[in-house]
């Protein structure tokens, strides 16, 4: 139903940036919850960043707070992760994912489980 395609990961040296697209295939929804997450390896699937395709509200995981933003172009169908002051900590593959829950509260947006499609993800290798 929706295919999500993740790009621009890459190299980058400690205090870089880099800006991720995740392009989105099918039919998107302004109710649908699109969020980032990353795994690094070793370690769990952690929460980054969310919002929905109408817009409004983001949200941020503490770690990324003030440094990454999340947006959104519905005309292209496409959500951006900006990755500004990067630290090698940040070095995972980082993967987009949705929602297509109408009722998911913004609570629950750092759940992964509650995540419906995921993107085969890119690898971002912050050098320090």
């Known amino acids: 139903q929706v295919q999500l395609v993740e790009s621009g990961g890459g190299l980058v040296q400690a205090g870089g940036s880099l800006r991720l697209s995740c392009a989105a295939s099918?039919?998107?929804?302004?109710?649908?919850?699109m969020g980032w997450f990353r795994q690094a390896p070793g370690k769990e699937r952690e929460f980054v960043a969310a919002?929905?395709?109408?817009?409004?509200?983001?949200y941020y995981a503490e770690s990324v707070k003030g440094r990454f933003t999340i947006s959104r172009d519905n005309t292209k169908n496409t959500v951006y992760l900006e990755m500004n002051s990067l630290k090698p900590e940040d070095t995972a593959v980082y993967y987009c994912?949705?929602?297509?829950?109408?009722?998911?509260?913004?609570?629950?947006?750092?759940?992964?489980?509650?995540?419906?499609?995921w993107g085969q993800g890119t690898q971002v290798t912050v050098s320090s």
């Open positions: 919002i929905r395709w109408s817009g409004g509200s983001r």
């Open positions: 099918g039919r998107t929804f302004s109710s649908y919850v």
């Open positions: 994912a949705a929602s297509a829950s109408a009722s998911l509260a913004s609570t629950y947006y750092s759940d992964a489980y509650r995540y419906d499609y």
